[in-house]
């Protein structure tokens, strides 16, 4: 069983370009949290999706930002207008049922490091 | 400010030498998990304690729980030069799905 799967693992941009990361669930979750990690920082919660939902995007910036998780393929993490503050790890986590497995177990990807030139 | 906070926020020892983290947090958690993170790399999954757990055991690693002081410690005997990574805890606040990191420790395992 493959774990999460994100794509590009490292993704360069100039200043105005739009960068796109993509996640892939474990097979059979339903359940995607984006995360990002500034350097030397810890993880920070950005926004939880289920398929065609989005349930909590409390930690998203207002502007420039958007996520989806559609009935078929991967979530989509979509930056906008990407300026050099942006650079960080971007990490996906799945998880099988509401609040992950019984405890909240939640699977991380290896994340997509986007650099902003 | 975080939920969670580490301490210390570094911290290096001899290979062999046993290792203590602590966690601290702020509000009411279901669940409290511990990960690993090695260099430019993603998150490991060690263990998780259930907020109605004291202590809990999974091979090198011995994490306990007090809730009612909001704090968790990460302990890692017989260290290894393997285990030189940033380590997280991670807690979910009730009523939430959304985990919540600390700063990290960073531990350096020296041969």
């Known amino acids: 069983n493959a774990g999460v799967m994100q794509n590009p693992r490292h993704l360069v941009r100039r200043r105005g370009q739009e960068a796109r990361l993509r996640c892939s669930p474990m097979k059979g979750h339903s359940h995607v949290y984006w995360y990002r990690q500034l350097p030397e920082e810890g993880l920070k919660f950005m926004v939880y999706?289920?398929?065609?939902?989005?349930?909590?995007e409390s930690g998203m910036p207002k502007e420039r930002f958007s996520a989806e998780f559609p009935k078929e393929g991967p979530s989509i993490l979509r930056i906008q207008q990407v300026v050099r503050g942006d650079s960080a790890a971007y990490f996906c986590?799945?998880?099988?049922?509401?609040?992950?497995?019984?405890?909240?177990?939640?699977?991380f990807g290896p994340g997509t490091r986007l650099t902003v030139l | 400010s975080q939920q969670g906070e580490e301490d210390p926020q570094a911290l290096s020892i001899q290979e062999g030498e046993n290792a203590t983290m602590n966690c601290s947090y702020k509000?009411?958690?279901?669940?409290l998990q511990w990960y690993r993170q090695n260099s430019g790399r993603g998150l490991v999954h060690l263990i998780l304690i259930r907020s109605n757990e004291r202590e809990k055991h999974s091979g090198r690693l011995r994490v306990t729980l007090d809730t009612s002081k909001k704090s968790s410690s990460l302990l890692i005997t017989a260290s290894r030069a393997a285990d030189t990574a940033s380590y997280f805890c991670a807690t979910d606040a009730q009523g939430a799905q959304k985990l919540v990191f600390g700063q990290g420790t960073r531990l350096t395992i020296n041969p």
């Open positions: 986590a799945s998880s099988p049922l509401e609040g992950g497995t019984p405890n909240n177990e939640q699977f």
């Open positions: 999706l289920q398929k065609e939902n989005i349930i909590d």
């Open positions: 509000t009411s958690i279901n669940n």
